[in-house]
T-cell receptor, first 111, second 118 residues
C-alpha cells in the first residue's frame, strides 16, 4: 500500500528563519511527487512537480528536492504570507493514476 | 488558465436534507473530475472519480447511494449528499484533469465547499 508521511505536523517560525518540511513516501514506483499549498478554507494550490531523484524545483522562497525515499520543501527567509498548510502527494506507477496525499504540514510564520 | 470553480463555498442545512455541490471548469474541458473530502488536520481523501458521460467510480467505503455524482458535461460535475447527517459535515473539494493532460501532471483544484449539517 502506498504511504505518504509528512513531518512535522506543525511548524512555527520567525520571519526570516529558514527551515525544511519533509515528505517521506513508500510506493512501488514513483511516477511523480506534487507539492501544494493550502490556505484555510481554500483548495490546494499547485506549487511543484518532481519526477526523479535528484530533481530540484524553485519558486521564490521555496525549493523542492527529491530523493528515492523523500522530498523536502525548503523555505528560505520565510515571510508571514508563507503561512499555510503544505501538502505533499505521491503518484505511484502501476496504480490507479491518482495521487495519495499526506496530512500536510501547517506552517505559521510570525512577524 | 485551468480555473476550477466550486459552488456554494459554504452551506449549512438541517439533518435529513439533500445538498448539491457544483464543480465547474471555467476555461478548459475536464475529461475527469475528482471529489475529495477533508476533515480538519487530515489529508485529502478521494471519494470518487468521474469521467464525462459515464458513471462515477467510488473509492472503497464511500456509499454511492449517499454521495451521488453526475458528470454530464466536460465542464460540470455535481456531488449530491443525500439525506445528510451531522457526520457528513466536512470540507468537500473537487479537482479536474484537463483534456490532453495525463495523470503525471497535477490536478486543478477548486476552492472547496464547507458543509455543515445541523
Amino acid at each position: 500500500e502506498d504511504q505518504v508521511t509528512q513531518s512535522p505536523e506543525a511548524l512555527r517560525l520567525q520571519e526570516g528563519e529558514s527551515s525544511s518540511l519533509n515528505c517521506s513516501y513508500t510506493v512501488s514506483g514513483l511516477r511523480g511527487l506534487f507539492w501544494y499549498r493550502q490556505d484555510p478554507g481554500k483548495g490546494p494550490e499547485f506549487l511543484f512537480t518532481l519526477y526523479s531523484a535528484g530533481e530540484e524545483k524553485e519558486k521564490e522562497r521555496l525549493k523542492a528536492t527529491l530523493t528515492k525515499k523523500e522530498s523536502f520543501l525548503h523555505i528560505t527567509a520565510p515571510k508571514p504570507e508563507d503561512s499555510a498548510t503544505y501538502l505533499c502527494a505521491v503518484l505511484a506507477s502501476g496504480g490507479s493514476y491518482i495521487p495519495t496525499f499526506g496530512r500536510g504540514t501547517s506552517l505559521i510564520v510570525h512577524p | 488558465g485551468a480555473v476550477v470553480s466550486q459552488h456554494p463555498s459554504w452551506v449549512i442545512c438541517k439533518s435529513g436534507t439533500s445538498v448539491k455541490i457544483e464543480c465547474r471548469s471555467l476555461d478548459f474541458q475536464a475529461t475527469t473530475m475528482f471529489w475529495y473530502r477533508q476533515f480538519p488536520k487530515q489529508s485529502l481523501m478521494l471519494m470518487a472519480t468521474s469521467n464525462e458521460g459515464s458513471k462515477a467510480t467510488y473509492e472503497q467505503g464511500v456509499e454511492k447511494d449517499k454521495f451521488l455524482i453526475n458528470h454530464a458535461s466536460l465542464t460540470l460535475s455535481t456531488l449530491t449528499v443525500t439525506s445528510a447527517h451531522p457526520e457528513d459535515s466536512s470540507f468537500y473539494i473537487c479537482s479536474a484533469r484537463k483534456r490532453g493532460e495525463n495523470s503525471n501532471q497535477p490536478q486543478h483544484f477548486g476552492d472547496g465547499t464547507r458543509l455543515s449539517i445541523l
